[in-house]
Each structure stands twice: as structure tokens, then as C-alpha cells.
């Protein structure tokens, strides 16, 4: 008989390595029914492979876990979601062209016939303040709305624990609410919720305890609502945080300009752009918000030259470059860091030196008479590794070998040292942790205050916040009227990014 106090998850000792890296090393902690409970970490620190565990993904090389007071080793997620344990990724795994009861389905044992499930899904999903039509078909769903779906689908099972990863990644300040109400309910009904995000504004505010780990060890724990951002980010990354700043300067002339931009989306659950307006000068940050799958894959494609767009919808310093390809713009100095790092901004089993040239070999002379000249390919991606701190043995690792974070500091920091007049980032520390988005933030700052101008499309508002002078939103393809980004509640922004764009736009300095 289990004693009742005990525990609902308890790890004690666990250790994975994978060949030339250790994952884990001896992590034990515990989890309390009803507890919200943060795991927290930069990149690369482990936190990815033990939730494997917990999941049944991965299995331990040594260390015990114990769940509901007897001994747990899920050989796989089945085994796990049957003793209780659900998770949420951050990448959802749902099907566009079904329907919402169709998706769930998929993701269960022994699902019942779709009107039962149907019934089901609206009970469970109204009760949980997140309801859901289960007919509509997933394809036309917000990114919100796709995060129901999976969380849902979670619920159906009963879960004792919830494993959450960057759960509000994608959602407006609203649909963060309702989400962290939702939670708070589970919490209080005694399901335990093990919570991994790089906001730690979100964990103070939502979670009971937090465990810390650096190099795949536990170096602490502490109770987020007694303890600072600031120095829950320092035991991360076992490290005074630097704070990103900026030179004040006056903005120059119009360096791109954007007029009625219409375009259609090249996928079919894709967000066409619709009459996008704006202009962005020397030595301005212009940020644009939004949650996902509102137009921000197309606008960066019309802006770098993937795709074309019409007569003079895209002007860049004063001259029309819509018919231009990727390379003639950065040639003209339009350049361009995609969301997406492995495969779109990376060439994933290319070596970074190849890399290196694939975007830098127009404006760094990586080519000489239709030859490719490797030996300042490597050099100037070694530039890039010393000036932007990219942990790598060296040129030579394929892109895929880098952690994300460091991955993306080499991403942004090729584009960067290429001396653009304009650069275009969408998500530019997407997934990084606090130490490595501090530099990332600050190479965008420091680029501005040399007099380019720096177009930064992100779903992270306080990255906004922090370093825009101006800023828009753009929903269902739409981008709102620009305001100055000082004094820009939260509450203001997440009525922008939910399509309020008749709001007015009259900033009272």
C-alpha cells in the first residue's frame, strides 16, 4: 500500500549519456500532487532528455523513478500515458486536413465513436474554460486553438501528471490567461503540471517550486514567487546576466519601405497577406508581434526575395526590389534570418563553413570568378563563432551537431557581420535561453545604433518591449497602424495581436 504522503513523481539518481555528451547526470527531485512544478535550464542543459524519460521516450542509463509510490519504467509513451503521465509538446502533432474529433482520435488507445468522442471532447473542453467545436477542421484553428486540441487530448486520458514544454510560445497575453487558469484548475483538482519555458515573468506567476539545471546536473532549487527573474536566469546559467542596451540615436532616412503588400500564402493552411503597409528607417528597430500562422513565414519570404511581389510594394532605399531575388537583395543589402534554423536558415548536415557561404558568399567575397574560395568561407565562419560565442569544436561540425541556442547565435550573427542596411529576424531567439537571447538581443541593438535598419518579427512581447522603438501586429495577414513601442501596455498589445487594429493609434508621449 502506497503511503499517501509520498510523493507523486520522485526521480532519484538519473544519468544518460550519449556518445561525447553526458544528458543527465545524477538528477533526483521531486513532484507533489497538485504541485506546478518548472523545470528550468538554458539550452542544452538536459531538461529535453528528461522528460524523455519521464515520458517513456528515452530510457535511463542508471537512477530510479517512482510514481504514485511504486517503481516507474516506462519502456514507452504508451506505458506512460497509462500509468498517468501526459505531455504537451512544444511542436503540436496534428493533421491540417482533419477535423478536430479526427486528431484526437489519433492520439488515443481505444477511441470511441466520433459522436461519443465528439460529445466528449465539449464536455471536457468547456469544463477546462477552453472550448473547442470538435468539427472545424484543424487546418483553419488558431495557433491557440491547435494548443487546445493537444491539451485536450491530454485531459481526455485523466492524467496525475501533465508535462507542459513552452506551453505559451504561441498564445496572445489573453490566451496565456486563460490557459494559466485552466492549469490553476488541474492544480487544484491535484493533477501535477511539470512546466519548462524560458519565461520566467510566467513561472513566478504560476508555479509552487523549480528546479534548476546546468550541464545536465541540478545546481538548484527555489520558489519562483520568492526569487527574481534576474536571478533565477544567473543559476541557469551560473553567470552574472547581462542586460541588453542601446545607444539613443535619431533615426535616419526611410531605409524599406512596404506599401499595400498583398500576397498570397504558397500553402494552402497558410495566411495570406493583405494591403501590409509600414516603413522603417536608419537605426530603427521596428517590431512586429503576432501569434503564429498570422502572415509571419510570408511577409519575411515578400521581404528576402523568396517570393516575388508586386511594382514598388517592396522599396529599398528608394528603390523597388520586388522583382529581385534573395541574393540581388543582399547584394543591395536586404538581408534576412528565417524562424525556421534547421533546414530554411541552415543547412542541417552541412558543416558551418558551408553554411557560412551559402548567405555570405555575395557580400563577404567567399567567390572568385565562379570558384568558391573555402579557405575564406572557413575564416569568415570562424569570425562568426569567436564574435558571437558559438560553443562548437570548431567550422567543421555540421549545423545539426549545435545546440538551438547556439545554432541561432551563429544563424543571426552570419547575417549581422555581413553589414546589412536592412536585416529582417523572424524569431530571433526562439527556444534560446535568457543568456544566449540577452547577446542575441544586444547584436540587434548594437546593428540599429550603427545605422541599419532592423525589422525583428517575434512572438515573444517582452523581446518587443525591450528593444523596438516602433510596433505593429500582425493577425489573419492584417498588420496594424505602427505606435511608439514606449508606453505599450500588455494588455494594449494582445488587443493589436488579436486583429483589434481600429484601436487608436494616437501615442500621448
Known sequence: ????????????????????????????????????????????????????????????????????????????????????????????????????????????????????????????????????????????????????????????????????????????????????????????????????????????????????????????????????????????????????SRETTKPGDVALKVNDLTLQSASPFGTSLKNVSFEVRKGEVFGIGGVAGNGQDELLAALSGEVETGAGAVQLKGQSVGHLGPNERRAEGLLAAPEERLGHAAAPDMNLTENAMLTGHVRENLTNRGFLNWRAAKGFAEKVIADFDVRTPGPGNAARSLSGGNLQKFVIGREILQRPDVLVVNQPTWGVDASAAADIRQALLDLAANGAAVICISQDLDELMEISDNFAALNEGRLSKPRPAAGLTVDEIGLMMGGAHDMEAAHVA
Open 1 to 244: 500500500m502506497s503511503d499517501a504522503r509520498a510523493p507523486l513523481l520522485k526521480l532519484k539518481g538519473l544519468t544518460k549519456a550519449y556518445p561525447g555528451v553526458i544528458a543527465n547526470s545524477d538528477v533526483s527531485f521531486e513532484i507533489g500532487a497538485g504541485e506546478v512544478h518548472a523545470l528550468l535550464g538554458e539550452n542544452g542543459a538536459g531538461k529535453s532528455t528528461l522528460v524523455k524519460m519521464i515520458y517513456g521516450l528515452v530510457r535511463p542509463d542508471s537512477g530510479s523513478m517512482a510514481f504514485r509510490g511504486s517503481r516507474y519504467e516506462p519502456a514507452t509513451p504508451h506505458a506512460a500515458r497509462n500509468a498517468g503521465v501526459a505531455m504537451v509538446f512544444q511542436h503540436f502533432s496534428l493533421f491540417n486536413a482533419l477535423d478536430v474529433a479526427e486528431n484526437i482520435a489519433l492520439g488515443m488507445e481505444n477511441p470511441p465513436k466520433q459522436r461519443a468522442l465528439a460529445a466528449r471532447i465539449t464536455e471536457v473542453s468547456e469544463a477546462y474554460g477552453l472550448p473547442l467545436d470538435p468539427s472545424r477542421l484543424v487546418g483553419d484553428l488558431s495557433a491557440g486553438e491547435r494548443q487546445r486540441v493537444e491539451i485536450i487530448r491530454c485531459l481526455l486520458q485523466d492524467p496525475k501528471l501533465l508535462i507542459m514544454d513552452e506551453p505559451t510560445s504561441v498564445l496572445t497575453p489573453q490566451e496565456v490567461e486563460i490557459l494559466f487558469k485552466t492549469l490553476r484548475q488541474l492544480s487544484a483538482e491535484g493533477t501535477a503540471i511539470l512546466y519548462i519555458s524560458h519565461k520566467l515573468e510566467e513561472i513566478r506567476s504560476l508555479c509552487d517550486a523549480a528546479t534548476i539545471l546546468r550541464l545536465g546536473k541540478v545546481v538548484g532549487e527555489c520558489d519562483p514567487k520568492a526569487t527574481t527573474a534576474r536571478d533565477m536566469a544567473e543559476m541557469m546559467v551560473g553567470q552574472t546576466l547581462h542586460v541588453p
